[in-house]
Structure formats: C-alpha cells, structure tokens
C-alpha cells in the first residue's frame, strides 16, 4: 500500500496506482482506530481554567503514570494512556490499577485533601521515561497503533507503557511511597 496506494475498487478487485489490478472476492478496510487515547480526546474534557485535554495532549500524551494529567484535577483513568493498556488485559489493569487509585485517594482523605492532579514536570518525566523504554525495542520501527502511527497528524509516540507491568506497578508504588511525589494536592 505504500509503494502502490489503491487507486479504483472495482466489482472484481481493485486496481492500484501502479496499474496493478488484484482480484479478489472480500474486500475487508481496516483504516485504523485512534487506540488508547482516542476516546478521551473525542470527549470534551475541560479541566481547571478552561484547560482542555485534546488541547494539553495536542503535541503527545502527558500523563502522571498513566493515570493523571496535570491541570484535571480528580480525573483519573484507568486501562488509559501511558499506561500497559496493550499489555495487560482490561479487568487485570483495572484491578490493578483501581487498587493503585484506592490507596491514593485513602492518602488524600488522610491528608484533608479534596483536589489532586499531577504535576507539568511529572507529566514529562514519565513520557520521557516511555520514550527511553520503547526506544529500545522494535516498536518504534512499525507504522503501527501502538505508536499512534495509524492517525494522521497524531504525534508519534508510545502509547503504552512498554516496560512491563511489574515494572510499573513497582513505578506506582514508588510514588505512593514518596507521598505521591508528582502529585499536587490541595
């Protein structure tokens, strides 16, 4: 499809911009599907002062261990961006995950705190973080979803944390640890 792009579906197969012509008797078209963080940009998510999130993630997704970003405060995803979500089936990542989230909110109502976001620095620190892990795969060479590469305009990028789960769930721990560092808390 690269080198010769369809150029004519006709009642028997297609004819390509080589001149090719394939017959065939199905004709399926997989055109793609904005995976992972599609549905949360085609929603309008405003969060504090008018921020929008298709707006803060226009140039790459910015999240705080794939559960929050900054500027939304106590809009929290599971199974979402910048998390294992390819790597890890939906009821064990939301398991997981709402494990993760419990804890936190346990910690802000022992802290008196009604309001948590992450912070624009741990936003960044954890897409670099993605970037230095998937950079040492074969992920990045394939024009695939799990790169975004499938949407035009979408910035490519790992969608997914590829490190692993143990690995991100020890990263989850690690902030709960510190106190949520990377979290801002009022």
Known sequence: MKTAPLQKITPTGAI???GGTHAFDILVLA????????????MDI???????IKDYWKDGLKTQLGLASAGFPNFFFLYGPQ??????????????QGEVLVQLVKHLRDQGCTRCASTPQADADWAQLLDDIVQQ????????WYMGANIPGK????????????????????????????????
């Open 83 to 96: 998390s294992p979500t390819a790597f890890w089936n939906g009821p064990s990542s939301a398991g997981q």
């Open 46 to 52: 405003t969060g504090a002062g008018g921020a929008r």
């Open 31 to 42: 055109t793609g599907f904005d995976a992972v963080s599609g549905a949360i940009l085609h």
């Open 155 to 186: 910035k490519r990028e790992s969608l997914n944390f590829t490190g692993g789960v143990p690995l991100y769930l020890q990263k989850c721990q690690e902030s709960a640890d510190s106190g949520y560092q990377g979290f801002v808390m009022s």
């Open 137 to 144: 795969s074969l992920i990045p060479l394939a024009d695939s």
């Open 16 to 18: 390509t911009a080589d």
